[in-house]
């Protein structure tokens, strides 16, 4: 019979490895991480502005009752437009329109890039083949003409703008993905898991993913980035809703409206350091999440 002290240990032991406890572990390795701090406070501030910038924005992007092209004032912190609307009002609202298009975008190619990876490598031939033709298809595809083509004919919303750029977003994912799931599915830990009476689908859900985890998170943070800076530029070019309030009808105003004329550098900075601060903030996660995956291997953990 098995004594009280080793069933503890043992209750101890799985409470430490269960997902909770393996999530908290892994954000406390990403905070220590130089690279990690700095790319969480960056997006946790976009985060935060998009959450709450609605309530803190002065003025209604509509407002168009001050005088058009004021550089920034008081009154006006990052000026007016070409219709007398407030920038920063449309900043603030604009980032949480934007950032809201980039998770979606990131979620939904994920999950399908995800599925299709790992369905593809895990139980291979003809699933594998069937698979892999659709996205080797979808690669070969100019996606920023496709991209254009498909926005033009369909109804100009920032739902039809998420669903055609994550319908071209998730191949790269999958052909990642897939090529892990082969290497982990050959692994000794996975031949046991077959052993012991588990089928496909549970093999994948316990084993697979969590140890494709770091890869998701790299590729979703790339793909909310690559969202948002494909809905500013479909925007950009008169492309998608141009009724919403985001970065991308900024940048379309600010060129459609003569801001360059006009020198409305304040009109022009607010949207496109948004962009960059983004991406540095996203680069720098992506790095740490991949240092502290390849250390953690390296220790053979």
Not at 13 to 36: E, I, T, Y
Not at 62 to 83: I, V
Not at 282 to 293: G, Q, R, T
């Amino acid at each position: 019979m098995m004594s009280e002290a080793r069933a503890e240990e043992i209750q101890r032991a799985l409470a430490s490895n269960s997902p909770m406890n393996r999530f908290r572990s892994f954000m406390k390795g990403v905070w220590s991480h130089k690279k990690g701090r700095a790319g969480l406070i960056i997006l946790t501030a976009l985060g935060l502005l998009a959450i709450f910038g609605y309530f803190f924005a002065p003025y209604s992007p509509y407002n168009t009752n001050s005088l058009a092209f004021q550089p920034p004032s008081y009154q006006h912190l990052l000026g007016t437009d070409y219709e007398g609307a407030d920038i920063f009002s449309w900043f603030l609202i604009g980032t949480g329109t934007s950032l809201v298009v980039g998770l979606s975008i990131a979620l939904l190619s994920a999950f399908i890039g995800v599925l299709v990876g790992v369905v593809a490598g895990y139980f291979g031939r003809q699933v594998d083949d069937v698979l892999m033709r659709a996205v080797d298809v979808l690669l070969v595809i100019p996606g920023f003409p496709l991209l254009v083509i498909l926005s033009a004919f369909l109804p100009p919303t920032l739902e039809t703008t998420i669903f055609v750029l994550s319908i071209l977003s998730w191949p790269f994912l999958a052909r990642v993905v897939r090529s892990q799931t082969l290497s982990l599915k050959e692994r000794p830990y996975i031949m046991a898991s077959k052993l012991s009476g588990l089928n496909g689908m549970q093999i994948i859900i316990r084993d697979i993913l969590p140890n494709l985890l770091p890869i998701i998170f790299i590729n979703a943070i790339f793909l909310a980035v690559g969202g948002v800076v494909a809905q500013a530029g479909l925007a950009f070019f008169g492309l998608g809703d141009l009724r919403s309030v985001n970065w991308g009808t900024m940048l379309y105003f600010f060129q459609a409206e003569d801001g360059i004329v006009y020198r409305a550098w304040w009109w022009l900075l607010p949207p496109g350091l948004g962009i960059v601060i983004l991406g540095i903030g996203a680069n720098f996660l992506s790095n740490a999440i991949y240092e502290i995956s390849k250390a953690s291997k390296g220790n053979g953990k």
